[in-house]
């Protein structure tokens, strides 16, 4: 935030420290208070924040335009004073020293007078009575550097508490959107920056995609041009596909960052739609290249919402129609014969990475020459500059640019690749060429990590039987910038490649010959991560394993699908099969159906343990179910059970026995017999869980029946195991049987406030199949208070959520549903009724649930 616009009374920005650091600008004269200034910028330095001072910038006096930038680029200001006003230019009235301390009007300052001063000169003097007459600040005095250093850092400790006070970011999939903020500022970008947030001021114009080669800063300006953009929108989103490789994922990763459940057959795209339809939406699409062949679909997801605009990054253009291309050059760098201390972007980007490695990195006439070589050399690709001034540490300027030399004498051999990117991949090269033999091996095995690694699997992928310290050499591997580690919320930090670096590592690994074995050893790792998770899932750590499976979920995907196509049958059923309740709640069960019938066609699934054949053939069944095909089910539900009961599996034969119970019609007596004696499978089991989800079937076909005692009893025992679960999808499932059963009783008071507290863990969880079954309860809660028209509107917004989705309702509750219709039409008559359930179906499965609960 510029100083103007402090002045003008508008709220300081957050620093979302320390993601990124913290400006302080500091003004004083430079000779007179040389060891001050020393001492403030070691006290600003130990608190993490970045000092400006002007020594920085090799001029004695710099100009008023340049300090004045620095100026208004900085959050807080730090004033210095002894006795010296300071010089006064030949086009100003006033020292600098003044000067800056009015352009700080409106930030936050802390100023420092030494005491005594007896030789200060007037027009000091006057400057500081007249600071303080105006009042906002108080000077504070000093009397040696030592204590100079200890106040300021102590009132910046203050200031940081009082003023920069970090929110908590909002998560992906909030009504507002979300935006990541990047680690470090960005540099330059000035005219891209207002290229692309003209675009995005314009209605007319819906879809921006930012092309460039990789690591040459097309996110950071993407999110820079979208908070810009942001002001006025309904909402701001960020889809990151940095991790994504198969095109039909991309819809996935966007319903996620929008907030959309993936749920039953219908495409993810529609429900996204649906929810963007009508707002004034900015959705940032980043690393679309390796995906492009899902841009036709984003072009839909445009044609349905008029004020959407898409902002994406890619590597190539997308060559759709309205397609308005915004290319990004590389940063700008010294001409030849110009050294480093031209003020060029490339060489400010140097300097700045630089003194993040070293903090005692200056910018001197020695270092000048060989930085603005080397950053020329590097053709100013941000990625490159960063990877060579993370080396100033170990390697001046000048070795940096002997080093450099050689290797950028090493060429691409592909003669269709870029120059830039062969530059590139020359200086990735060059960084690897700089890891001893551990470090190598293991940057490349961990590029099998399709979205980073927690340090178990790191030391899982990366030791391959050998004597290789882990821990030790993945140290280096943070120091070489050649993995970053970040913070996933729950204190295990994920460590992960830039996208640019993992592809080179990829090459690597191919070339030693490793990447098979090491493939094999990550899925095997997250095989039995998935079976810990699945014991996990059902106990009182639920919540923090399913924390771990979200951040896996784009390897165990991917491992799964490396399973597949290497005719690996036992570890695909292993990655997935304790799973279940996870990839159900996720909404991935289309994914899984799709995959678990490829996998039984494997040549390697004849050879599959028993126990393994069988939660195959009965996940394949289930999921038959689900998509409204009992029929087929049957067969392979009946092979189950037969050979479940040899085996004496209880796990498998209760869910089997509940599944077959959901083939037969409602009414035939053996559905209550099947599904009572696979709960008592279940119970002996000891997954409480699986008896929770059975209970709800129990209980379904009990409210179906009449039997009102055995459906509260049911599905109150299993409301409370799916709350120790932590399920809160499943409870809420459950909590809807609690209400009609309340309901057919006749306690309308007891069916209400449960349906309340079932419609909150609908809307936590954006279950659009349970708001159905929740809207169906309301819809005959309505009919029993008399208010007919709003309980056929209501029943049509849950018919037209469950036809969206594509799912099925179990056998006993397409019985319930069926009651309710006739209950409908003999009250209305069968056209108003229609015309009512039409009413309904048009306003919306979520605002008929507000209606209904209003």
Avoid at 305 to 318: E, G, I, W
Avoid at 464 to 473: F, P, R, Y
Avoid at 635 to 661: E, F, I, N, Q, Y
């Amino acid at each position: 935030m510029s100083a103007p616009a402090r002045a003008a009374g508008t709220s300081p920005a957050t620093i979302a420290t320390p993601d990124r650091r913290l400006r302080v600008f500091v003004s004083s004269t430079l000779e007179e208070l040389a060891a001050e200034r020393r001492a403030v910028r070691d006290a600003v330095a130990r608190l993490r924040l970045t000092p400006v001072m002007f020594e920085l910038g090799a001029r004695p006096h710099p100009p008023r335009d340049l300090y004045r930038a620095y100026l208004v680029q900085s959050e807080v200001f730090v004033g210095i004073y002894g006795d010296r006003y300071g010089w006064v230019g030949p086009d100003m009235e006033v020292s600098g020293l003044e000067d800056e301390i009015d352009l700080s009007a409106g930030m936050p300052r802390l100023l420092y007078v030494r005491t005594p001063a007896p030789g200060r000169e007037p027009r000091l003097a006057r400057l500081l009575e007249r600071v303080q007459a105006e009042g906002g600040v108080s000077t504070t005095p000093y009397g040696d550097p030592a204590e100079l250093a200890e106040r300021v850092a102590d009132d910046l400790a203050v200031l940081l508490s009082e003023r920069f006070a970090r929110p908590a970011a909002a998560p992906p999939g909030l009504a507002a959107g979300w935006l990541p903020t990047p680690p470090t500022p960005m540099v330059d970008r000035t005219a891209e920056l207002a290229t692309v947030t003209g675009l995005l001021a314009d209605p007319a114009v819906r879809l921006v995609v930012l092309t460039g080669p990789g690591g040459i800063g097309k996110t950071r300006l993407a999110l820079a041009a979208a908070a810009a953009a942001e002001p006025g929108r309904d909402g701001t989103w960020f889809v990151d596909l940095a991790a994504v490789r198969d095109p039909a994922d991309v819809p996935a990763a966007v319903a996620e960052a929008v907030g959309v459940s993936a749920e039953g057959s219908r495409p993810l795209l529609e429900l996204v739609a649906d929810r963007l339809a009508g707002r004034s939406a900015l959705v940032v699409v980043d690393n679309l290249e390796q995906v492009a062949a899902a841009a036709p679909d984003l072009a839909v997801l445009l044609a349905r919402c008029p004020r959407t605009q898409l902002l994406v990054t890619s590597r190539t253009v997308l060559r759709l129609r309205g397609e308005h291309d915004v290319p990004i050059e590389p940063l700008g760098t010294p001409a030849p014969g110009e050294d480093g201390a031209v003020a060029a972007p490339a060489v400010e980007l140097f300097v700045a990475r630089a003194r993040q490695a070293d903090p005692a990195f200056r910018l001197t006439e020695a270092t000048a020459g060989p930085v603005g070589e080397l950053v020329r050399r590097l053709d100013g690709l941000p990625l490159a500059v960063e990877l060579a001034a993370a080396r100033v540490r170990t390697l001046p300027p000048r070795l940096l640019l002997a080093r450099l030399d050689r290797a950028l004498d090493l060429g691409d051999p592909d003669v269709d690749v870029p120059d830039r990117q062969r530059t590139l991949r020359t200086t990735i090269a060059w960084s690897h060429d700089l890891l001893d033999e551990d470090g190598r091996a293991l940057l490349a095995r961990l590029s099998v990590c399709a979205d980073g690694c927690t340090l178990d699997t790191a030391e899982v992928v990366g030791a391959d039987g050998g004597d290789l310290d882990v821990v030790e050499t993945l140290s280096a591997l943070v120091g070489h910038s050649l993995v970053t580690p970040t913070d996933t919320g729950d204190g295990e930090p994920r460590f992960r490649m830039l996208e640019l670096v993992r592809a080179f590592a990829a090459e690597r690994l191919r070339e030693r010959g490793e990447e098979e074995s090491t493939r094999a050893r990550w899925a095997q790792h997250l095989a039995e991560l998935g079976a810990e998770a699945g014991a996990g899932l059902a106990g009182p750590a639920a919540r923090l394993w399913r924390a771990r499976l979200d951040a896996e979920t784009a390897d165990l995907r991917a491992a799964l699908r490396w399973a597949v196509a290497t005719d690996r049958a036992e570890l695909a059923v292993r990655l997935t099969a304790p799973l279940v309740r996870w990839w159900w709640a996720r909404g991935l069960l289309p994914d899984m159906a799709a995959l678990a019938e490829r996998t039984a066609a494997l040549p390697s699934a004849a050879a599959l343990p028993p126990d393994l054949a069988g939660r195959l053939a009965w996940a394949r069944a289930a999921l038959r179910i689900a998509v409204g095909s009992p029929d087929r089910a049957v067969p392979l539900l009946d092979g189950v059970v037969d050979d479940a009961r040899r085996r004496d599996d209880a796990w498998l034969l209760g869910h089997a026995l509940g599944a077959r119970a959901m083939t037969l019609t409602p009414g035939d007596p053996d559905v209550v017999a099947l599904l009572d004696e696979g709960l008592a499978h279940l119970r002996r089991s000891g997954d409480g869980w699986s008896v929770a989800f059975s209970g709800m079937l129990r209980g379904a076909v009990a409210l179906a029946g009449g039997d009102l005692a055995a459906a509260e009893r049911v599905a109150g025992e299993a409301r409370d195991l799916a709350a120790a679960a932590a399920d809160d999808q499943l409870a809420a499932l459950l909590t809807d049987a609690l209400a009609l059963a309340a309901l057919l009783a006749g306690d309308l008071p007891r069916t209400r406030a449960r349906l309340q507290e079932a419609a909150a863990l609908h809307r936590s969880t954006r279950d659009l199949e349970g708001v159905a079954s929740c809207l169906e309860v309301l819809a005959a809660l309505a009919l029993a208070e008399d208010r007919t028209a709003a309980a056929a509107r209501f029943a049509g917004a849950a018919d037209a959520a469950r036809a969206g989705l594509g799912v099925a309702r179990w056998s006993p509750n397409q019985a319930l549903a069926d009651r309710l219709r006739e209950a409908l039409r003999a009250a209305m008559g069968d056209d108003e009724e229609r015309r009512a359930r039409a009413a309904g179906a048009a306003l919306g499965p979520w605002a008929a649930l507000d209606e209904a609960l209003a």
